[in-house]
């Protein structure tokens, strides 16, 4: 294996030169693995590969079907072999984490090893990256064991007992492979989330984190997921642990794929999110007063049990008094003034940091108990003090809401704040590290420029590029845009609007063979449409698929690329990063333009900014973040270039506002058919 160094020092990269040769026409990319030439594909790498030998930051759009994973992993491998710095990967969504993991770092290999003058190259590391919170800890598991009369009921010990038994069988570790689900309560205790998991208290050839953190370090290529990726750069600001130059390590490199997502993402991890149910379990791991159990519990600490039964008592008022203020028949309501309620957990929370602080310092500092206590203690205190800085508006730039939601039959108050301008912080952590940053999606652009997304991510000065599809969309596309669908300006037109939405999903997915895709922006109306259609699709022997808690993306995706004919009735989260190529997925449905809502506290607040800087909040926020949606949910259709397929379009507003012209731009092909329920019956022709 070659070792990295942490600060570099390797050799000249080759990346440009052997970029070059693999993607010409001519290149080793067709001449081995026989894949065909994509002009566009190789425009990307060479500009990848400039950038990443010049240090230098790039902004790159790529249409479906350029090849855009390899354009990237070729240069960034050599590049990282080449100097022995190490390149991070960061995707969105997990079926893109693992088409880089089983599919394109294998081709990748398998062109080192046919190329002899890339045979330097064949035997490069990777490893992908996961929160500690995902793995098993032996050490925490032993010890849980031992004390568990003392932690856990009798239904929690055993599911600690399968644990024990999975420990000895799993090979990773991971809460992902674990074959039964188990209680928050009783992974939190066992997984490598705390300071216990360290090298100090766990035996590296045993502990699955350490292990996985061993490999990673020594990893030429590092994969990751955008949301610990931003959690990492906070704890490390944090502990002032930040590299001098390189993004998570000392001279790292990176790249992040679907960055279309990286300004929300970033939006959500430089908030706060302090929910009701999150306390309650850190309270319980020290104290549960109906089961008797907790750390309170283990040390025979009665005056501890008492202080988390006055938390608990608090919290409930507290979380109480704050859903009080959310009107009737909302979910959320923005916070304006401080101090709106009573800090009532700020004295209770004290005494309970004040009892753990006490228990930490009776323990010998060596033992592992101390330092069990004391990740305890610190998270308990994090939490005191952000519900402070909550109450208090102290996050200076930041709007501030409460949120409610019923799960479970138990009432979750979670309280929000988020920034209104990432640009300024994504500039520091991405596009300031002296190092190259590398960011791609297919769609990153409004209209013909990336101006506006370069803007919201603060990449000022850093070169663009765009590279359409390969893909010919004027044969193997069709688009439909319904005429006669009454616009939701009012209730009683938002009832109509949807029995007519009903009407067309009915008729244009039963018409159209092969599986669909409907998309919605109201999980209400997802779920009032497809309580309308069960009965048809029953009927018409169609699986009908349903987005709804408890049954994941990936899982529901995989149910419509197997049944061939289904049809999934998906919102937010299937607009991106769903890929499944063939007549599985023959038509995409959108019921409506994928404007966010504007009563939602950061689109206020931002659209208030905008107002009050004399700009245009619709045409500068609203308008582009729905192009860029839009444009992603057109994506999920034509996958290979063998794929054909119906786009259908059911909001009037494309064809009756202004503003319309421009979502008829962003599609693949300017043609498209208008229809009505007199001439749909001609003028509807899917492919199969």
């Avoid at 610990?228 to 993004?247: C, E, N, Y």
């Avoid at 979670?414 to 590290?433: G, H, I, N, Q």
């Avoid at 940053?437 to 101006?451: D, F, Q, W």
């Avoid at 333009?593 to 909040?617: C, K, T, Y």
């Amino acid at each position: 294996m070659i070792s990295l160094n942490e600060g570099g020092g390797g050799s000249a990269s080759r990346a440009a030169e052997l970029t070059a040769a693999v993607f010409a026409a001519d290149g080793w990319l067709c001449t081995s693995l026989s894949l065909e030439h994509r002009p566009e594909q190789e425009r990307m790498a060479l500009a990848v590969a400039a950038a990443m030998t010049g240090d230098s930051s790039l902004l790159c759009e790529a249409g479906t079907g350029v090849g855009k994973s390899l354009a990237y992993l070729i240069p960034g491998i050599v590049h990282a072999v080449d100097t022995r710095r190490q390149f991070l990967v960061s995707t969105h969504t997990k079926t893109l984490q693992e088409q880089i993991r089983d599919k394109d770092l294998a081709n990748c290999r398998r062109l080192f090893a046919a190329v002899p003058e890339l045979a330097a190259y064949r035997d490069f590391t990777s490893a992908v990256l996961m929160g500690k919170g995902n793995y098993l800890c032996p050490t925490r598991l032993k010890r849980a064991l031992a004390e568990q009369q003392e932690l856990f009921a009798t239904p929690e010990q055993e599911q600690l007992a399968r644990l024990a038994r999975w420990a000895q069988e799993t090979e990773t570790g991971l809460l992902a492979d674990l074959p039964e689900r188990v209680a928050p309560d009783v992974w939190d205790e066992v997984s490598a989330d705390s300071d216990a998991c360290s090298a100090k208290h766990c035996d590296g050839s045993v502990c699955f984190y350490q292990r996985a953190k061993k490999r990673r370090d020594a990893a030429h290529l590092v994969i990751v997921n955008h949301s610990l990726l931003f959690t990492l750069m906070a704890v490390h600001d944090a502990q002032g642990k930040s590299p001098a130059r390189g993004i998570l390590r000392l001279d790292d490199f990176a790249v992040l794929d679907e960055a279309h997502t990286v300004p929300d993402i970033a939006t959500e991890h430089l908030g706060l999110a302090l929910s009701s149910t999150g306390l309650r379990r850190q309270l319980h791991a020290l104290f549960n007063p109906k089961r008797r159990k907790g750390l309170f519990m283990r040390h025979k600490d009665a005056g501890g049990q008492r202080a988390v039964e006055i938390a608990f008592e608090q919290a409930d008022h507290f979380f109480a008094n704050v859903a009080e203020r959310i009107p009737a028949g909302s979910s959320l309501q923005r916070w304006r003034e401080a101090d709106a309620v009573e800090h009532l957990l700020a004295g209770p929370l004290n005494s309970v940091v004040a009892r753990l602080d006490a228990l930490r310092t009776s323990l010998p500092p060596e033992d592992i108990a101390h330092v069990e206590v004391e990740t305890k203690q610190k998270r308990l205190s994090a939490y005191r003090d952000a519900i402070k800085s909550w109450l208090d508006l102290a996050r200076e730039g930041d709007v501030h809401w409460a949120e409610m939601a019923d799960r479970r039959k138990e009432l979750v108050v979670t309280l929000r704040s988020a920034p209104l301008d990432v640009s300024a912080e994504l500039r520091r952590r991405l596009f300031a590290r002296e190092t190259s940053c590398v960011l791609t999606s297919a769609t990153l652009a409004t209209g013909s420029t990336i101006e506006p997304f370069r803007e919201r991510v603060g990449a000022h000065g850093v070169e663009t590029v765009i590279e359409k599809s390969p893909f010919d969309y004027e044969r193997h596309m069709r688009v439909y845009l319904a005429a006669d669908i009454p616009e939701p300006a009012a209730k009683a037109e938002g009832r109509l609007a949807l029995e007519a939405i009903a009407d067309y999903v009915r008729f244009c997915t039963l018409r159209c063979g092969g599986g669909s895709l409907v998309l919605f922006t109201s999980y209400r109306d997802l779920l009032d449409v497809s309580r309308r259609l069960a009965r048809d699709y029953a009927d018409a022997g169609r699986p009908m698929l349903v987005q709804e808690a408890g049954v994941s993306r990936s899982e529901l995706a995989e149910r419509l690329r197997g049944a061939g004919n289904a049809v999934l009735f998906g919102t937010e989260s299937f607009w991106t990063g769903i890929d499944i190529p063939g007549p599985a997925l023959s038509q995409v449905i959108i019921t409506r333009l994928p404007f966010e809502p504007p009563n939602h506290p950061v689109a206020q607040a931002r659209a208030e900014w905008v107002a009050s800087e004399g700009g245009n909040p619709f045409a500068q926020l609203a308008l582009p973040e729905a192009l860029g949606k839009f444009r992603q949910g057109i994506g999920r259709l034509i996958r290979s270039k063998t794929d054909r397929g119906i786009i259908t379009l059911l909001d009037p507003r494309v064809l009756t506002k202004a503003y319309g012209r421009e979502f008829v731009a962003s599609l693949p092909t300017p043609h498209f058919e208008r229809m009505t329920r007199e001439d749909r019956e001609t003028v509807f022709l899917p492919f199969i």
